[in-house]
């Protein structure tokens, strides 16, 4: 069983900042995704990355295959990003799809 | 474009009770999902479904059953509600299936489920 790490759990920044959340897991994946989830409690789709790099807008995902680490950076922070971020973890089977294991999630607040 | 759509999205129930969740998707999407979130365990995986006709446990299975009605539906019924099915519900939904390299879940907005 894949054991997801998410640090850190709580994170408080002031708008502007630079933000990095991290994703550490415990054993080789096909792809691992980026999701964010707001208040009101719907959960999108940021990111699935299975190696290198992406960005959309003012977020950027990185992984690191080989030490079985990945990053989410916020640019010039709003306090509009506040939400939960979950890190999430797939393994590709080839017989069809096996669902996700999740980190427990950031809970990330931008002050204005 | 509705997306994935989970009904109810609120429910109370007296241990004990049935009910069903509903969950459709209008993406022609192969793979659907069950997923429970509760505070300080994350998400977690209930049941999945990776094509049409086929259905496989999760993690967490103990208390659920599931039916994939058709390729848009996903149903999760709980036979007896116990409280420590409390928790928010969330259906998901993906193309990946054998032909297709991983893909983004699409989720639902969830179902808050109350067991008294």
């Known amino acids: 069983k894949n054991e997801v790490e998410q640090s850190p759990q709580n994170l408080t920044a002031q708008e502007g900042e630079f933000i990095t959340i991290n994703c550490s897991y415990s054993?080789?994946?096909?792809?691992l995704h980026w999701l964010q989830q707001h208040p009101g409690g719907g959960i999108v789709s940021l990111f699935m990355?299975?190696?290198g790099k992406k960005k959309h807008g003012r977020l950027i995902a990185t992984i690191n295959i080989q030490e079985k680490h990945s990053s989410l950076h916020i640019t010039a922070s709003h306090p509009r990003d506040s939400a939960v971020y979950i890190c999430?973890?797939?393994?590709?089977?080839?017989?069809?799809?096996?669902?996700?294991?999740f980190g427990k999630g950031t809970h990330l607040i931008i002050q204005p | 474009n509705a997306g994935v759509t989970q009904t109810p999205k609120f429910q109370v129930l007296k241990t004990g009770q049935s009910m069903t969740l509903q969950c459709a998707q209008d993406?022609?999407?192969?793979?659907m999902y069950w997923y429970r979130q509760d505070p300080g365990m994350g998400l977690r995986l209930i049941y999945y479904?990776?094509?049409?006709?086929?259905?496989d446990k999760g993690e967490v299975p103990n208390g659920y059953n599931v039916s994939r009605l058709n390729k848009r539906e996903f149903s999760l019924r709980l036979e007896s509600a116990a409280p420590s099915q409390t928790s928010v519900y969330f259906c998901?939904?993906?193309?990946?299936?054998?032909?297709?390299?991983?893909?983004?879940?699409?989720f639902g907005d969830g179902t808050r489920l109350s067991i008294l």
């Open positions: 998901a939904s993906s193309p990946m299936g054998r032909n297709y390299s991983n893909q983004p879940q699409h």
């Open positions: 054993v080789g994946i096909s792809a």
């Open positions: 990355l299975s190696s």
């Open positions: 999430a973890v797939e393994v590709y089977s080839g017989g069809g799809a096996d669902g996700l294991t």
């Open positions: 993406m022609n999407h192969n793979s």
């Open positions: 479904s990776a094509s049409e006709g086929t259905t």
